[in-house]
């Protein structure tokens, strides 16, 4: 695979076991794969076997011996929060491992007593199946709280429940109509309950938290992209923008580089105001740095099953689900044509199975006239049979977190299937990773960190086996996983397909050199084991970004 032409001359060399290109035959294996990779500047110049590899002109480069591991297209994380993450995870109550409300407000007390009378107490990873069959309020975790301000914030993100003294800082003393699907829920009397749903609502408390100081912020974030690194990313999808991003990651690049590339799309919320955001986020296109860039809009069309705030065809089961968060709809409609004819890609946050064929519906209706950029649909938890095809048909891309589908038990207790309904085929039609991709569709996974781990090589194996990694509950789904080989595109050149580059992510001649060296093969160890694989070195533009403390070797800029 060696570039025809003169000869290679290279600046980076690296020499492994074998390299996966990413477009490896499904089912079949290649008798001479190649073993080595050659970059200068920040594209790939040739990709050959060793002994090709030592044709090359490497007077100036450097060449990196990796023994027998495997060399890929750097993972790319379609769907993910790393900004705002490291801030709001950093020295935060996690529950994610809670598994009853006892445990919750025990946690919470003991986290509580180590905080001063007024200071704000923040819990994330609260699970729904806590309040199966019960209700969601803050009644359980009062005393907990201890008179302080705080909030617990649903794993999902979609909803808080805050204490009685959050809610009095903020003001909120009764229900308010927000025109859309997020709400203040009372009680019989009138009086909040504490449960806060969807942003509008959420806001009104999870905004009086105090920032943490911008440099602190800097050191959090550059740590958390530096760890992203480590487990085989290269590049992030940043879905949102929150004040300060950019300070951030220009502070961070004022000072070296990224671990990683991010692609920041800020988020046009429904009740933001219509002409002025419009014009702001067109202004914002294509600001960034090396390499960081605000690209696309993201939209939110609605909320999740779990809060009964997605939006679907019938009711769920506990007679919600019939709004979108965007309202009137068709407001949704002409800002995303607004932004499509002036060539502005969008990615929409579509979970129940009406939003997601709103989304196909709208896109469809796209002006001719308009240039050609993609416009994804992220997370699609619910979808019929004949919405399948329409990604293909429209050049959809689907963007899809496998880690979620584990939100579903085995004993169909789990909130999610208890709101669509146990034994319906909507319940049964969740995160249809392989029957999307079966239908063609560009299939596009992430980990939508800070909600569920983001390892790369955990998403990877999740996707290939349908369970956690760890965890001893049986696979969800097994008919939707993938492939090893259809995953590793999937996390590679098809997250930059969905961003209108079908060059790159890759390991092929004129591809950008945005490469993952693993210690085990991706596409032929176990999940299990590759789960857990040492990582030796990442290279962003080709420059190393991370190198393990392993037995990887520079053999240096020879004379």
């Known amino acids: 695979m060696t570039a025809a032409g003169p000869a290679v001359r290279a600046e980076l060399v690296l020499l492994g076991g074998l390299v ?42 450097e060449l990196v011996e990796l023994g027998d591991a495997t060399i890929t297209a750097g ?49 994330f990873g609260l699970s729904f199946d806590l309040f199966v069959g019960g209700e969601l309020t803050n009644a359980p975790f009062a005393e907990a709280f201890g008179g302080r301000p705080g909030y617990l914030l649903l794993f999902d993100g979609h909803a808080i429940i805050a204490s009685p003294r ?21 009680d019989a009397a009138g009086r909040p309950t504490g449960y806060l749903v969807e942003s509008d609502a959420e806001m009104l408390v999870t905004e009086l938290y105090p920032r943490m100081p ?71 296109q294509g600001v960034g740095g090396r390499r960081w860039q605000v690209e696309g809009v993201k939209f939110m069309l609605d909320g999740s099953i779990d809060n009964g705030s997605a939006w679907l065809f019938d009711a769920d089961t506990a007679g919600g689900g019939l709004q979108p968060y965007w309202v009137p709809s068709e407001t949704f409609t002409r800002a995303l044509h607004a932004l499509a004819e002036r060539g502005v890609p969008t990615a929409t946050h ?17 002006p001719a006239h ?6 994804r649909i992220e997370h699609l938890e619910t979808i019929p049979d004949r919405l399948l095809p329409r990604f293909a048909e429209l050049g959809v891309p689907a963007s899809v977190q496998p880690i979620h589908a584990f939100a579903q038990r085995p004993d169909g207790q789990d909130m ?77 050149r098809n997250a930059w397909t969905s961003i209108d580059r079908p060059g790159d992510g890759a390991v092929v001649p004129g591809a950008i050199a945005d490469l993952a060296v ?42």
């Not at 959050?166 to 009372?186: C, K, M, Q, T, W």
């Not at 308009?370 to 416009?375: D, I, K, L, Y």
């Not at 960190?449 to 983001?454: A, D, I, L, T």
């Not at 210690?519 to 176990?526: A, C, I, K, Y």
Request: net charge negative.
């Open 370 to 375: 308009a240039p050609r950029v993609t416009h």
């Open 166 to 186: 959050a809610l009095e800082l903020a003001g909120i003393d009764g229900p308010r109509d927000f025109g859309n699907n997020a709400s203040i829920e009372v």
């Open 350 to 366: 579509a979970i129940g199975d009406r939003a997601v064929e709103f989304v196909l519906d709208a896109v469809a209706a796209i």
């Open 214 to 284: 911008f440099e602190e912020r800097v050191a959090a974030v550059r740590n958390k992209l530096a760890e992203f690194a480590a487990s085989g990313y290269t590049s992030l999808h940043q879905l949102n923008m929150e004040p300060g991003d950019l300070d951030v990651l220009r502070a961070i690049e004022a000072a070296g580089e990224l671990p990683v590339r991010v692609r920041v799309s800020p988020i046009w919320r429904a009740t933001d105001p219509w002409e002025q955001t419009f014009r702001s986020l067109v202004e914002l």
């Open 416 to 492: 999610w299937t208890t709101l669509l309904g146990r034994g319906t085929e909507r319940a049964a039609h969740g995160w249809r990773i392989a029957d999307l991709d079966a239908a063609g569709a560009l299939v596009v996974l992430g980990s939508d960190w800070p909600v569920e781990e983001f390892d790369g090589r955990r998403v990877f194996a999740a996707n290939v086996t349908r369970r956690r990694h760890g965890s001893d509950r049986p696979a969800v789904d097994p008919h939707q996983a993938l492939s090893p080989a259809r995953t590793l595109v999937a996390m590679t």
């Open 20 to 61: 996966r290109t990413g477009y490896e035959p499904e089912g079949s294996a290649s008798e001479a794969p190649p073993q080595a990779v050659a970059v200068s500047g920040q594209r790939i110049v040739a990709v050959g076997s060793r002994a090709e590899a030592a044709a090359w002109d490497t007077r100036d480069a």
């Open 75 to 123: 993972f790319v994380d379609g769907h993910v929060h790393p900004l705002s993450g490291a801030e709001s995870r950093h020295r935060a109550l996690l529950l994610h491992d809670c598994t009853s409300v006892e445990e919750v407000a025990e946690r919470l007390a003991a986290f509580a007593a180590e905080r001063g009378p007024e200071e704000w107490i923040r819990g």
């Open 518 to 559: 693993f210690r085990d093969d991706p596409l032929t160890s176990e999940p299990e084991r590759f789960a857990e694989t040492e990582v030796l070195l990442t290279v962003v533009g080709g420059r190393v970004s991370h190198r393990s403390g392993g037995d990887t070797a520079s053999g240096g800029r020879p004379a």
